[in-house]
């Protein structure tokens, strides 16, 4: 049971170049999460699934685009990436979101990306 | 808005000593949910303890254990008998599963725990 995995776990890009990072979990989730972590900030929400086949925009979702391509899997693109985008990516999932009982949100060992 | 406040960003402790590390929060709901993670520098972020806000008893997780005041909106989290392995950076987290907010974690700006042998 490997929990929440990510790919890749490191990444240089240059400015304007695209890429995907690909998230995947064998808990059988509905949720899943993507955030990204600045120096000294906590960790910010970028987008969300609450279940398969619906994706809604977080607190930063500007510059990103995902997709939740089945149960397992949430992938966040970087069409045209930014020296601000240079930040730590974490996925996470939880196994449900909806009728007000919250649950735990698990977390992958995260992606370090940096743009030049 | 939805904030968390962590206003230590550093705390050191000695090894088996107890060390209290603290968070406040802001919110108008009365149902939410807290967390403390612990983020070692592996990076990987794990689930130290959680927090339901209806419950008036307080968490406890081993030697982990937390001092939740809703009417202060205190969360603090206690760590007896402290261990070299506990040393990491600790974040506190709210959430509530309600409206637009729904499933978000929000996350303070973390404490760096310090423990020394």
């Known amino acids: 049971n490997a929990g929440v995995t990510q790919t890749p776990k490191f990444q240089v890009l240059k400015t304007g170049q695209s890429m995907t990072l690909q998230c995947a979990q064998d808990?059988?989730?509905?949720?899943m999460y993507w955030y990204r972590q600045d120096p000294g900030m906590g960790l910010r929400l970028i987008y969300y699934?609450?279940?398969?086949?619906?994706?809604d925009k977080g607190e930063v979702p500007n510059g990103y685009n995902v997709s939740r391509l089945n149960k397992r899997e949430f992938s966040l693109r970087l069409e045209s990436a930014a020296p601000s985008q240079t930040s730590v990516y974490f996925c996470?999932?939880?196994?449900?979101?909806?009728?007000?009982?919250?649950?735990?949100?698990?977390f992958g060992p995260g992606t370090r990306l940096t743009v030049l | 808005a939805q904030t968390v406040t962590q206003s230590q960003p550093e705390m050191s402790v000695q090894e088996a000593e107890t060390v209290t590390l603290s968070c406040t929060y802001d919110t108008s709901e009365s149902d939410y949910y807290l967390f403390w993670y612990k983020q070692p520098p592996s990076r990987q972020m794990i689930l130290v303890i959680r927090q339901e806000a209806y419950k008036q008893q307080n968490a406890t997780e081993n030697r982990f254990s937390v001092n939740f005041q809703k009417a202060a909106k205190s969360f603090s989290l206690k760590i007896s008998d402290s261990q070299l392995g506990d040393a990491a950076m600790y974040f506190c987290?709210?959430?509530?599963?309600?409206?637009?907010?729904?499933?978000?974690?929000?996350f303070g700006r973390g404490t760096q725990l310090t423990v020394w042998p």
């Open positions: 996470a999932s939880s196994e449900r979101v909806w009728d007000g009982v919250t649950d735990t949100q698990y």
């Open positions: 987290a709210y959430k509530v599963d309600r409206g637009s907010t729904l499933g978000r974690l929000y």
């Open positions: 808990m059988n989730h509905n949720s």
């Open positions: 699934s609450a279940s398969e086949g619906t994706t």
